[in-house]
């Protein structure tokens, strides 16, 4: 979001501009995933990279092993949770209990 004017926005912002572009926010801050899991929307998506090495080849061969079990949940709505090892998806909107 930075090439667009948004590297200092508020989380909150950043949310709005995403789901307004259909776009995905991949991020190691866990304020993304909060934010959406009590909001009661459908989108953005969030990938929650919680990755030892952060590295972009690192990410990106991780996001290579997972993909076809991610494509269509992020296509629909969902906050994904990718360690080092598993995978934890949850469909948006997020259901209070």
Partial sequence: MGDIGMSR??????VAEAKK??????????????LLAFSGES???VIMLRLRD???NE?????????KDIESPLMDG?????PDKSLRIR???IESE
């Fill in 78 to 82: 969902a906050i994904i949770s990718l």
């Fill in 43 to 45: 989108a953005p998506s």
């Fill in 21 to 34: 572009t259909g776009e995905v926010i991949m991020t190691h801050d866990l304020d993304y995933g909060h």
């Fill in 59 to 67: 990410i990106m061969s991780r996001l290579d092993a997972v993909w």
């Fill in 54 to 56: 952060l590295r972009t």
């Fill in 9 to 14: 926005a508020k989380d909150v912002e950043i």
């Fill in 91 to 93: 469909t948006l909107p």
